[in-house]
């Protein structure tokens, strides 16, 4: 079943804007987390927020969580090329066995 | 350091051919495993599931099954294989359950299945 949702499914930008990529879910959680791939390659952890925590930085990397709004955003400063990738959102299923995740958002950055 | 191997990184079968891909995770003990699949342009789904050897979740009713033969081996099976088995093949693995705070999942650079 489909916890988390992306939004946009695509965006392109030019090198040096901002990403912003959204996420919503729809139950409660422990923890939200953002997950990078790049094509054909396995996914990469970027970061995890959890329940109590409104805002996360790492790096070029904001996070946000909304847990009123069952929702966060991922935002990318100054965005290069290498960033092209697909971005997801993940939070466990209800049994807290296996993370789920949404369908992504493609990020294309060009230079 | 943790390393998560999955091979072979692509495969081509033909429908009703049987399926074996396999994973394995290095520098770790009794670590969850877990297979994912991602269709064309879409999220993943979650297949399997185990929490220790002998120990497999089944998220999907479908044509898979997996098993888990060796504390840190995980393998994914199909007896015949469908057109519909095509997709992206991902392991991962976590050190616990993912209702603790901080769980986080590694993944293996995955297998792309074609059925033909």
């Known amino acids: 079943s489909q916890q988390g949702e992306e939004d946009p499914q ?8 901002n990403a912003t990529m959204n996420c919503s879910y729809k139950t409660s959680i422990n923890n939200l987390q953002w997950y990078r791939q790049n094509s054909g390659r396995g996914l990469v952890h970027l970061i995890l927020i959890r329940s109590n925590e409104r805002e996360k930085h790492s790096g070029r990397l904001r996070v946000t969580l909304d847990t009123s709004k ?11 090329a290498a960033d092209t990738a697909s971005y997801f959102c993940a939070t466990a299923n209800q049994a807290g066995t296996a993370l789920i995740f949404g369908k992504g958002t493609t990020l294309s950055v060009s230079s | 350091s943790q390393t998560i191997h999955q091979w072979p990184a692509t495969l081509v079968q033909p429908v009703g051919s049987p399926l074996s891909l396999e994973c394995t995770v290095e520098g770790t003990s009794n670590p969850n495993l877990y297979w994912y699949r991602q269709a064309a342009g879409r999220g993943l789904q979650l297949l399997f599931y185990s929490v220790g050897i002998g120990q497999i979740s089944s998220e999907v009713p479908q044509n898979l ?17 469908l057109l519909s088995d095509s997709g992206f093949y991902l392991c991962a693995w976590s050190v616990s359950l993912m209702d603790s705070l901080n769980e986080k999942l590694f993944f293996g650079s995955g297998t792309q299945l074609s059925v033909l």
């Open chain 2, 65 to 81: 099954s997996a098993s888990r033969p060796q504390d840190r081996q995980f393998i994914l099976s199909s007896k015949k294989l």
């Open chain 1, 70 to 80: 069952k929702s966060s955003s991922l935002l990318i400063t100054a965005s290069r």
């Open chain 1, 10 to 17: 695509a965006l392109s930008i030019q090198e040096g804007e």
